[in-house]
T-cell receptor, first 114, second 115 residues
Framework: SQTIHQWPATLVQPVGSPLSLECTVE??????LYWYRQAAGRGLQLLFY??????ISSEVPQNLSASRPQDRQFILSSKKLLLSDSGFYLC?????????????FGQGTRLTVV | GENVEQHPSTLSVQEGDSAVIKCTYS??????FPWYKQELGKGPQLIID?????GEKKDQRIAVTLNKTAKHFSLHITETQPEDSAVYFC??????????????FGSGTRLSIRP
């Protein structure tokens, strides 16, 4: 069966520090991968999505970046965090099919920038 | 691009009553509409979905309806129970076979079931 791992679960970082969140998927190949951010009490904002290794589409211009160095690995990074980067970050994977793209989410990383 | 609006933002119902959450979408190319349930501190979980060639789908106490003409879709929960308390998200996406589908979410509804 497919599983998605996301870590760390919680993270407190000072303003201006770098960020690296990692997400890996097991049990499937060539998945679509997504990074979402959920601000407190808000909806899910799509940040990046990827159809394959090295292929990243950005939805929202910001100081975050994403990379996909391996088929089932998706990394969210920042060189210098801002206070506004605080939120709940969710990685998801999906597979194209006739029924549309279901998204399966990880457990999320709660990032607090102080 | 696609824009999904969801109402209400909060909903409180008596246990045993029904709850209805409504969403609208803007992109007529969207053809897949999933609903997710998010419990506190966890990632969202898919609970039911509907494709654009279907008007209604039911799974036990949960049903979804879709009106493609009006670009509306709704989630109906009957005989609500305490464990139904959570945040619910609607979403819309377009099936694409040559590239990834963007899955656009509504802003969420916090459902509380009163005992």
């Amino acid at each position: 069966s497919q599983t998605i791992h996301q870590w760390p679960a919680t993270l407190v970082q000072p303003v201006g520090s770098p960020l690296s969140l990692e997400c890996t998927v097991e049990g499937t190949s060539n998945p679509n991968l997504y990074w979402y951010r959920q601000a407190a009490g808000r909806g899910l904002q799509l940040l990046f999505y990827s159809v394959g290794i090295g292929q990243i589409s950005s939805e929202v211009p910001q100081n975050l970046s994403a990379s996909r160095p391996q088929d089932r690995q998706f990394i969210l990074s920042s060189k210098k965090l801002l206070l506004s980067d605080s939120g709940f970050y969710l990685c998801a994977w999906g597979v194209q099919g006739a029924r549309g793209t279901e998204a399966f989410f990880g457990q999320g990383t709660r990032l607090t920038v102080v | 691009g696609e824009n999904v609006e969801q109402h209400p933002s909060t909903l409180s119902v008596q246990e045993g009553d029904s709850a209805v959450i409504k969403c609208t979408y803007s992109d007529s190319a969207s053809n897949y509409f999933p609903w997710y349930k998010q419990e506190l501190g966890k990632g969202p979980q898919l609970i039911i979905d509907i494709r654009s060639n279907v008007g209604e789908k039911k799974d036990q106490r949960i049903a979804v309806t879709l009106n493609k003409t009006a670009k509306h879709f709704s989630l109906h929960i009957t005989e609500t129970q305490p464990e139904d308390s959570a945040v619910y998200f609607c979403a819309a996406s377009e099936t694409r076979y040559s590239s990834a589908s963007k899955i656009i979410f509504g802003s969420g509804t916090r459902l509380s079931i009163r005992p």
